[in-house]
């Protein structure tokens, strides 16, 4: 059998961190290299646990939002996130927002954020196929074997254990998957014009694109527009494909979708 036939041995790791799970599977590359690289990539979501967790009193960006330390004074990766949440704002006129009730709160873009870094750790390596979820963010990028692109089902929000949607990365070589809705955890999305729960028509927005920081802002955004204003808006961003699944289970996607799906 020739080898280039054959799919790469997989490294499978599931670490609990951050108040969810991220599962690596991990194609190619150096197993030494392989295996060094996912403990940095763990240590590192621990990390980032530690300093941006609002449920400590004593993480970094509780302190920062007490103005007990100025953004200078913490770890390099705040000033990071927050420079990319500022753009992530700027680029949703507002709809995305680092703030909850009234306080600096950048959770809406940390986990989509952390599992790109980790996903990149790996690829940097030299991982040939890399897959990483954080809670139903998902980072692909390369392939998992010969002629196989990777394969993302998407959850129906209206239908426990049911699939809305398979999203392929066929032909591309970085693809992200990232949902935001209420059916995991309620009505957590804020509308950033009033400070509260936001009130649409939609239970979940689904974003394709090839980044999962953005994919995860963006998603959220829509759903605080709703499926109208929402829909417009995404399928006014370049390479960003959207699933939007209303309260009354109509389907709305943008027009390019249809190309990753399978």
């Known amino acids: ?60 960006i509780s302190r920062l939002a007490r103005g007990e330390l100025t953004v200078e004074e913490c770890d390099p990766l705040v000033a990071q996130v927050l420079d990319l949440g500022a753009e992530a704002e700027r680029a949703s006129d507002g709809w995305f927002s680092m703030r909850y009730e009234g306080r600096l709160d950048p959770t809406g873009i940390v986990k989509g954020w952390a599992v790109e870094r980790a996903a990149r750790r790996m690829a940097e390596a030299g991982a040939t196929g890399v897959s990483v979820n954080g809670g139903g963010d998902v980072q692909l990028l390369g392939v998992p074997g010969p002629e196989r692109p990777w394969r993302v089902g998407v959850s129906d929000p209206l239908r426990p254990g049911g699939l809305a949607a398979v999203i392929s990365a066929a032909g591309v070589p970085e693809l992200a998957v990232a949902t935001s809705g209420t059916a995991e955890r309620g009505a957590h999305i804020v509308d950033p014009r009033t400070g509260h729960s936001a009130v649409t028509d939609l239970v979940a927005v689904t974003v394709v694109a090839p980044s999962v920081t953005w994919a995860d802002c963006w998603a959220t955004a829509a759903f605080a527009m709703g499926s109208r204003e929402g829909l417009a808006w995404l399928e006014s961003l370049p390479d960003v494909e959207a699933l939007l699944i209303t309260a009354g289970d109509e389907v709305r996607c943008t027009g390019g979708l249809a190309a990753r799906l399978g």
Request: proline share 3%; net charge negative.
């Open 1 to 60: 059998m020739a080898e280039s036939a054959q799919a790469p041995a997989a490294v499978r790791h599931a670490e609990e961190v951050m108040g969810t799970v991220f599962s690596f599977d991990v194609r190619g590359g150096n197993p030494v290299a392989v295996q060094a690289a996912l403990k940095d990539a763990v240590a590192g979501l621990h990390r980032v646990d530690e300093v941006f967790s609002t449920y400590r009193d004593g993480s970094q």
